[in-house]
T-cell receptor, first 116, second 112 residues
Framework: NAGVTQTPKFRVLKTGQSMTLLCAQD?????MYWYRQDPGMGLRLIHY???????AKGEVPDGYNVSRLKKQNFLLGLESAAPSQTSVYFC???????????????FGPGTRLTVL | QQQVKQSPQSLIVQKGGISIINCAYE??????FPWYQQFPGKGPALLIA?????SEKKEGRFTISFNKSAKQFSLHIMDSQPGDSATYFC???????????FGSGTRLSIRP
């Protein structure tokens, strides 16, 4: 049981390049989330999904797109990377709406992205 | 707009002391307040959580105190140990119940 895994762990991009971050979970969770973590700003929600085939915008969705074609995977795409997107990206998943121990959010180890 | 304000940004406590981290919120519709612990190079992990219908929740050395009228809540770590050195985030479940809103984080260092 690997929990939540993220690929890649590190990446360096040049401005304007595109890339996709992959999140996978093997806990049969319905809900999945993408956050970015920046110094002094905590974690900010980019996009989330409450089930296969559905996605919704979070606090900071601009410049990102997501897809949830399979229940276990949640992809985060950057179409044209900008230096402002330099950050550590975390994926998380949960059975349902966070609010009980059963619906606890589990986080992946993160992807450190640098955009030059 | 930061809906959950956390302080201090960093905190140094001697081993055996009490660590206190404070948070304040604005939205009275928030109904679930978790705290997360994050070690360097790892993702956050749920530490303890509280709902606004109780004023205190204790799990081992960790206690959440909740003041609904003041819209404030705090994490107390009793008998702080070097292994508690980590970044701590308070959070709240937002008006759209699928989303958790995080505070800015507190880097806690416990000196031996």
């Amino acid at each position: 049981n690997a929990g939540v895994t993220q690929t890649p762990k590190f990446r360096v991009l040049k401005t304007g390049q595109s890339m996709t971050l992959l999140c996978a979970q093997d806990m049969n969770h319905e809900y999945m989330y993408w956050y970015r973590q920046d110094p002094g700003m905590g974690l900010r929600l980019i996009h989330y999904s409450v089930g296969e085939g559905t996605t919704a915008k979070g606090e900071v969705p601009d410049g990102y797109n997501v897809s949830r074609l399979k229940k276990q995977n949640f992809l985060l795409g950057l179409e044209s990377a900008a230096p402002s997107q330099t950050s550590v990206y975390f994926c998380a998943s949960s059975y349902g709406t966070p609010g009980t121990k059963l619906n606890e959010q589990f986080f992946g180890p993160g992807t450190r992205l640098t955009v030059l | 707009q930061q809906q959950v304000k956390q302080s201090p940004q960093s905190l140094i406590v001697q081993k055996g002391g009490i660590s206190i981290i404070n948070c304040a919120y604005e939205n009275t519709a928030f109904d679930y307040f978790p705290w997360y612990q994050q070690f360097p190079g790892k993702g956050p992990a749920l530490l303890i959580a509280i709902r606004p219908d109780v004023s205190e929740k204790k799990e081992g050395r960790f206690t959440i105190s909740f003041n609904k009228s003041a819209k404030q809540f705090s994490l107390h770590i009793m008998d702080s140990q070097p292994g508690d050195s980590a970044t701590y985030f308070c959070a709240a479940r937002g008006s759209s119940a699928s989303k958790i809103i995080f505070g800015s984080g507190t880097r806690l260092s416990i000196r031996p």
